[in-house]
């Protein structure tokens, strides 16, 4: 299919390379914008509470990475004091997401408006450990001004600096510090925040697409 195509348009640079090598650079490769509408208004940090994530779990990775950071990360989250719990929302959800229930797990299942993924909610984290493309999650939850603590695949080909617009981290030790700074520091929850927001709309607005 992609030989006998003019041109293959892809979101991800690092999948550029694959299928320039793949192809013996044979077939021209363009980058495809991807837009994110930005909210007029974003709640500040007063009520948020806990973490959140969210995904389609009719595809594998999201329940992959999310029983991963339920079984590699949480456990050790849940033994520090003033820990944040974590919401899991989805469509699709299958009976192996519902059994992470937990006093520090609620899976929430599908929401009429993502929105209430990113909002009430402190923290954003994005711990897939497989998966192509753009994250469409990851981005929305920058439009929406909620820090996020990401593995690289999460953050693969959108641009992000760990430590400015996120953080991006694979230990789950590193994923304790990640979370547990931007839930006890303020400042820094507010400067994750604002640098997201004027990342997003800087890259990824309707004009720039």
Known sequence: MIHKADVVLSYNEVEHAVIRSHTDG???????????????????LKGRRGLSFIG?????????????????????????????????????????????????IDPQGFIEDVADAFDQHRIFVAPLLSGAGIKGKVLSALAHGIPTVLSPIAAE????RSDHECFIVTKPE?????????????????????????????????EVG
């Open 157 to 160: 080909a959108i641009g992000l």
């Open 56 to 104: 389609g779990f009719g595809h594998p990775p999201n329940a992959e990475g999310i029983k991963w950071f339920t079984q590699a990360v949480m456990p050790t989250l849940s033994t520090i004091s003033n820990a944040p719990k974590l919401t899991i929302y989805g469509s699709n959800m299958g009976d192996d997401v519902e059994a992470l229930r937990s006093d520090f």
């Open 174 to 206: 590193d994923w304790v510090s990640a979370i547990m700074r931007l839930q006890t520091d303020d400042e820094l929850w507010a400067k994750i925040s604002t640098n997201a927001l004027g990342f997003v709309q800087e890259n990824y607005s309707f």
């Open 26 to 44: 044979q077939v021209p490769v363009m980058k495809c914008p991807w837009v994110v509408d930005q909210p007029s208004q974003i709640p500040g």
